[in-house]
């Protein structure tokens, strides 16, 4: 939490005088990921992701509330956080990174533009560098970005039980789709 309100912190004191309009915040982003096995298919969603993103510097940063992802059966629910992230004792993800082609982005023109992210991933108290290719979606004022990269569990120390390691797949895909508004400082 004090590594996201730091960076949160430098975002909001940024650039000065009109980065207002560069500066873009959401507090309902979309994170979900899927597990694909010939046992079964498990999938979580959490509607809960705060994220900062300047567009002046690419900086892009992630909290993610563990408990918040919501899965079909609760067993599951209840597993994911008890057993493999430990939700209590790391509530939350974070990514801090950066998207090194911004300025291939025309802010002021709708489209889709691909983009490149490159930053730290942390996950059960583990952080690890993490690169994917993603999207975002000018529309007026407001910002849709997308993205899809994969992780395993094993590179976040997180560890599946025996009984039910067949249940889970190696390599969990995770999707990414937020929708930023103009970040707008209360005086």
Do not use: C
């Not at 298919?41 to 563990?66: Q, Y």
Request: aromatic letters at 12%; hydrophobic letters at 40%.
């Amino acid at each position: 939490m004090k590594v996201f309100l730091l960076l949160l912190g430098l975002l909001v004191l940024g650039s000065g005088e009109g980065a207002a309009q560069s500066r873009y915040f959401t507090r309902t982003g979309h994170i979900w990921f899927f597990s694909e096995t010939p046992i079964e298919n498990i999938e979580a969603h959490n509607k809960a992701v705060s994220s900062f993103i300047s567009f002046d510097t690419g900086e892009l940063v992630f909290s993610v509330p563990m408990k918040s992802f919501e899965f079909r059966k609760a067993l599951m629910q209840e597993h994911f956080n008890e057993n493999y992230v430990e939700s209590d004792k790391f509530p939350k993800g974070t990514f801090k990174g950066n998207i090194a082609n911004i300025q291939s982005v025309d802010f002021k023109k709708d489209g889709v533009y691909p983009v490149k992210v490159s930053g730290t991933l942390t996950i059960h108290g583990v952080s690890r560098p993490v690169t994917a290719d993603g999207t975002l979606d000018v529309k007026g004022n407001r910002i849709g970005a997308k993205s899809t990269f994969t992780i395993t569990p094993q590179e976040y120390n997180i560890e599946i039980p025996l009984l039910v390691r067949a249940h889970v797949a190696k390599i969990i895909q995770i999707n990414v789709d937020l929708q930023y508004d103009p970040y707008v400082a209360k005086q």
